[in-house]
């Protein structure tokens, strides 16, 4: 019975490990974001793994109320160079608030110095953005 306790805790363990070593930290995942945004790239690689924008960066919650297709419908400008300027996480660090600026081109017009507060929500483990769905998405209340 003590080595079968033992057993159940090794693989616990170990599948925690393995779960822990997949997420990636905030940063890394808000240049991933935005990288895609400037490349127009939204499904990509990273570390072996297949990511998508929807799949990988929308939280649940959000991916009910939004299709795949509205989505990328409000990615509507073109991202031409960003900086993440600040991240400001609520005490839990469940939640962060990242500040962007960034150049855009739209509609024909470059336009710098634009900047974005996005919300940032912890979902299993998972660093997801949460967009305003009804709008350009990258505005938040």
Known sequence: MTKQI????????????????????????????WKA??????????????LRLYDDFLPESLKKKI?????????????LKY??????????????TVEVSMTINFQGYKLDGVIVKNKWVKENGDWKVYLKN????????
């Open 83 to 96: 900086s993440i300027d600040n991240i400001k996480y609520n005490k839990d660090k469940t939640e962060a």
């Open 134 to 141: 009804k709008s350009n998405p990258f505005y938040n209340d």
């Open 67 to 79: 299709s795949e297709k509205q989505f990328y419908s409000l990615l509507n400008f073109k991202v």
């Open 37 to 50: 945004r400037v490349t127009g790239i939204y499904t990509f690689n990273y570390q072996g793994k297949k």
């Open 6 to 33: 033992v057993l159940v805790f090794l693989l616990v363990s170990a599948v925690a490990c393995l779960k822990l070593g997949n997420t990636i930290p905030l940063e890394e995942k808000v240049n991933l974001f």
